[in-house]
């Protein structure tokens, strides 16, 4: 085989070897980000949560105090 042909395929190898690193580096980079975004997430599902309306609050208010508004009521 000429000197030119393995010139190519070492030259070749390199690029494929190259390009097939820095695409491990971004899928690293990729899941680095998906936890960040998972955290992020999570914690903004967490403040809708303590910061919900009134109405659906008051459902839960309203029948943990059933309980005192019967005794109010027999009294």
Known sequence: MPAV???????ATLII???AV???RVIV?????TGTLDT???G???I??????????LISVNATLKPVR???ETV
């Open 5 to 11: 042909a393995w010139l190519t395929l070492v030259a």
């Open 17 to 19: 070897a190259l390009t």
């Open 22 to 24: 820095a695409l491990l």
């Open 29 to 33: 980079h990729l899941k680095h980000v």
């Open 40 to 42: 992020l997430i999570g």
């Open 44 to 46: 903004v599902e967490s």
């Open 48 to 57: 809708a949560d303590r910061t919900s309306t009134v109405p659906a609050r």
């Open 70 to 72: 019967d005794w109010t």
